[in-house]
């Protein structure tokens, strides 16, 4: 079984809004909504669990409510890596456990369906899956505004979500970082500190996370041109 988690506890700080962005409308939908119905859509998911803050608990439920393969809203932590691992340990306590797990950031509306499943195939056959960007700039690393060294930028790809797991991996190698989950930035480099073997499934760049008020402009031009 392929369980989905849709990370939305977020409070969207940078993206400023009165409201968390992802109660944000894009052509009359929100934008959690957008993404769920990506995951909604792939054959290879067969349930997916959303992941709230607590004060937008019932906004949240209501705007998925109506998808099949919604299960539940989970309680989310104070990053994202905790928001994760509330979910994983919900699932963790089922009876029918899933297999594999995908997780989403609800702040990536320009998700590809196909994109989803391709990652499945993949984590199916690695262990762990993430969709990512190859480096189009020079990339450099950086302390203090003084540049260290310019990165090798072949070797150099962006990291987007889902980011797809064999469930059990995922949940030991949370387990194993349960004290120090939000010094890490994403899944992946969790799955990849336990030991475990992760490959890249090359995506789009239109998958945008939208973080701060020009990303949601660049959203609007999107939907213009791809209604
Ligand atoms: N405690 C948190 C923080 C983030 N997220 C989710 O993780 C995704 C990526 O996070 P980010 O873009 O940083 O969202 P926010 O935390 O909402 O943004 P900000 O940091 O600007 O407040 C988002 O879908 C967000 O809702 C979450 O589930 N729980
Ligand atoms: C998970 C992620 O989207 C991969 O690029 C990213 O690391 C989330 O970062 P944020 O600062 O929590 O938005």
Redesign the pocket.
């Given at each position: 079984m392929v369980y989905a988690i849709?990370?939305?506890?977020?409070?969207?700080?940078?993206?400023g809004f009165k409201i968390?962005?992802?109660f944000v409308k894009l052509n009359n939908n929100t934008i959690l909504r957008i993404s769920a119905e990506k995951f909604q859509q792939s054959k290879l998911i067969d349930k997916f669990l959303v992941?709230s803050?607590r004060n937008y608990v019932d906004l949240t439920e209501k705007e998925v409510q109506t998808f099949s393969k919604f299960e539940k809203v989970v309680i989310?932590?104070?990053?994202?890596q905790?928001?994760?691992y509330n979910a994983l340990m919900y699932l963790d306590k089922k009876e029918n456990k899933p297999d594999f797990i995908c997780i989403h950031?609800?702040?990536?509306p320009f998700v590809d369906t196909n994109k989803i499943d391709e990652s499945i195939y993949k984590a199916k056959e690695v262990g762990g899956a993430v969709l990512a960007e190859m480096a189009e700039n020079t990339v450099s690393q950086v302390n203090n505004g003084r540049i260290l060294k310019t990165l090798e930028r072949s070797q150099i790809y962006l990291h987007h979500t889902p980011q797809t797991f064999n469930f059990a991996k995922l949940l030991k190698a949370y387990q194993n970082v349960e004290k120090i989950l939000s010094s890490f930035t994403d899944d992946a480099s969790i799955f990849i500190h336990a030991g475990y073997e992760t490959s890249i499934v090359e995506d789009h760049k239109n998958n945008i996370?939208?973080?701060k008020k020009e990303d949601f402009e660049l959203a609007r031009c999107f939907f213009e041109l791809n209604p």
């Amino acid at each position: 079984m392929v369980y989905a988690i849709i990370v939305a506890a977020g409070e969207g700080k940078r993206a400023g809004f009165k409201i968390p962005k992802q109660f944000v409308k894009l052509n009359n939908n929100t934008i959690l909504r957008i993404s769920a119905e990506k995951f909604q859509q792939s054959k290879l998911i067969d349930k997916f669990l959303v992941v709230s803050h607590r004060n937008y608990v019932d906004l949240t439920e209501k705007e998925v409510q109506t998808f099949s393969k919604f299960e539940k809203v989970v309680i989310g932590g104070s990053s994202r890596q905790e928001s994760v691992y509330n979910a994983l340990m919900y699932l963790d306590k089922k009876e029918n456990k899933p297999d594999f797990i995908c997780i989403h950031d609800a702040a990536r509306p320009f998700v590809d369906t196909n994109k989803i499943d391709e990652s499945i195939y993949k984590a199916k056959e690695v262990g762990g899956a993430v969709l990512a960007e190859m480096a189009e700039n020079t990339v450099s690393q950086v302390n203090n505004g003084r540049i260290l060294k310019t990165l090798e930028r072949s070797q150099i790809y962006l990291h987007h979500t889902p980011q797809t797991f064999n469930f059990a991996k995922l949940l030991k190698a949370y387990q194993n970082v349960e004290k120090i989950l939000s010094s890490f930035t994403d899944d992946a480099s969790i799955f990849i500190h336990a030991g475990y073997e992760t490959s890249i499934v090359e995506d789009h760049k239109n998958n945008i996370k939208l973080t701060k008020k020009e990303d949601f402009e660049l959203a609007r031009c999107f939907f213009e041109l791809n209604p």
